[in-house]
């Protein structure tokens, strides 16, 4: 069934954010509510997306399937098997992984048990589209073009090869939504519509400059050896700071000859901006997946007009981008950024007028600075970090594993059922109208049972 804006009398969330931090929170958001648009960045470049790219270029997909995958509706058990299957990676090993790759788009490998025909006709079609774009960029006079599988995304290859087809990244996200009945009224939306490989970069306020997202936010250790297959481990890289304890000045996307480059708002976020009451930027990796998406020109004026809350949300820890920052420093990374191709500078309140952390938030909060901005703070009940676990395996992921797996080694300590909550609050709670009102009963009368 079809839903207008009519139907549900929600106010409307735009969500700025990556591909991992905001995963589970936004699962429990679907639960309060539909009207929620996502505004991802496209400039990824680490995991599996790496040999996409180096293969066949085009924008980066990682953050695109890991929200669309955790939004997908398992209204049935076909579909929970089709999520499960595009959620898994293939083996470490070089080997054994081209051998299940081939199993795979044969259709026969165990992975497919459970997907029923209409399901299986439609990834596997596109997942065969994406090999024989492999196998066309194949040299056999040159092992450098030849595709590495190991530690293989199959989502990064289904919506790979279904962006490739349909010629557009969105239209790839579009026939997601339809096939895996995630709700009309929610929108997942690519900062921008290229389909070019978009390189992030980093000017740090030494003068160096880090070229590629996976550098800037999880630099390789200096004491592994090099991996062959294009990923790396989370885990503790992130941890370190910059040479000299050096910070990141700006953030700035660059051509394939390392000149700056200005892409172009994507028609899709635009909407997205235009028809919500509430932003949001999410927790996350500051200067690699949110700012990404608001140094796009139209994306400062468009939320400078907006008259409703400008919500972000403060990381629990530190993280290499962020190190010594205090929470006024994080906000004034936004702020900056923003006004980089604003038509005016503003002040902060025009881009953020609540400031939400959890409370075992371990980010100075300089409340002096933040209140003389005439930015409110909230808190939000906290977790402890969840076990981390590796991204790459051997055999399908169990159930109880899966979140963990999908969740690798961001520092996020909200808790993410109380964040989501909060945020509907926020956007539904205004004078004359009590929460209940505006669909929010109880756990069991949640959107889903209201609306599907």
């Known amino acids: 069934m079809a839903y207008s804006d009519d139907h549900c009398p929600h106010a409307r969330l735009c969500i700025f954010s990556g591909g991992t931090a905001f995963n589970s929170a936004s699962q429990f958001l679907a639960r309060l509510t539909p009207k929620v648009s996502y505004v991802l960045p496209v400039s990824d470049d680490g995991g599996s997306t790496a040999e996409v790219l180096r293969i066949l270029g085009g924008p980066a997909i990682g953050d695109i399937r890991s929200r669309l995958l955790r939004l997908a509706v398992p209204k049935n058990m076909s579909t929970e098997a089709a999520?499960?299957?595009?959620?898994?990676?293939?083996?470490?090993?070089?080997?054994?992984?081209?051998?299940?790759w081939k199993e795979v788009i044969a259709g026969t490998d165990p992975l497919w048990h459970g997907v029923t025909a209409d399901f299986r006709g439609i990834i596997l079609g596109f997942l065969r589209h994406f090999d024989s774009r492999i196998q066309a960029a194949t040299k056999p006079d040159d092992p450098s073009s030849h595709f590495r599988f190991q530690g293989g995304n199959l989502g990064n290859f289904f919506f790979s090869g279904a962006r490739m087809f349909c010629g557009k990244l969105q239209a790839a996200v579009t026939l997601w939504k339809l096939i895996s009945t995630i709700p009309n009224l929610t929108e997942v939306c690519p900062i921008v519509e290229c389909e070019e490989s978009l390189i992030l970069a980093a000017e740090l306020d030494d003068d160096t400059l880090i070229v590629g997202q996976n550098k800037i936010s999880h630099p390789p250790h200096t004491d592994a050896p090099e991996s062959t297959s294009g990923t790396v481990d989370k885990?503790?890289?992130?941890?370190?700071?910059?040479?000299?304890?050096?910070?990141?000045?700006?953030?700035?996307?660059?051509?394939?000859?390392?000149?700056?480059?200005?892409p172009q708002l994507s028609a899709s976020a635009l909407e997205a901006l235009q028809s919500a009451s509430t932003v949001v930027y999410a927790m996350g990796s500051l200067f690699t997946s949110i700012i990404p998406t608001l140094i796009v020109p139209g994306v400062a004026d468009a939320i400078a007009s907006k008259h409703?809350?400008?919500?972000?949300?403060?990381?629990?820890?530190?993280?290499?981008?962020?190190?010594?920052?205090k929470a006024s420093d994080v906000i004034m990374a936004v702020v900056n950024a923003l006004d980089r191709h604003a038509k005016t500078?503003?002040?902060?309140?025009?881009?953020?007028?609540?400031?939400?952390?959890?409370?075992?938030?371990?980010?100075e909060l300089d409340h002096a600075a933040i209140e003389a901005m005439g930015i409110r703070i909230d808190a939000v009940s906290a977790r402890l970090k969840p076990f981390t676990a590796a991204t790459t395996r051997g055999s399908p992921p169990s159930r109880s594993s899966q979140r963990r797996a999908d969740d690798d080694n961001d520092d996020v300590s909200f808790d993410e059922h109380a964040l989501a909550k909060k945020l509907f609050e926020i956007a539904n709670t205004r004078p004359g109208l009590h929460p209940c009102e505006a669909g929010f009963r109880s756990p069991a009368k949640t959107y889903m049972d209201l609306y599907l």
């Open 345 to 363: 500078k503003r002040p902060p309140t025009a881009y953020v007028t609540v400031l939400i952390v959890p409370k075992s938030c371990q980010i």
């Open 308 to 325: 409703g809350p400008k919500v972000l949300l403060l990381n629990g820890t530190y993280d290499r981008e962020t190190l010594g920052f």
């Open 83 to 100: 999520v499960k299957l595009l959620k898994y990676r293939l083996p470490k090993d070089e080997a054994a992984a081209a051998d299940q």
């Open 235 to 262: 885990s503790l890289a992130g941890k370190r700071g910059f040479a000299g304890g050096a910070k990141i000045r700006r953030m700035m996307y660059l051509r394939s000859d390392n000149t700056e480059y200005t």
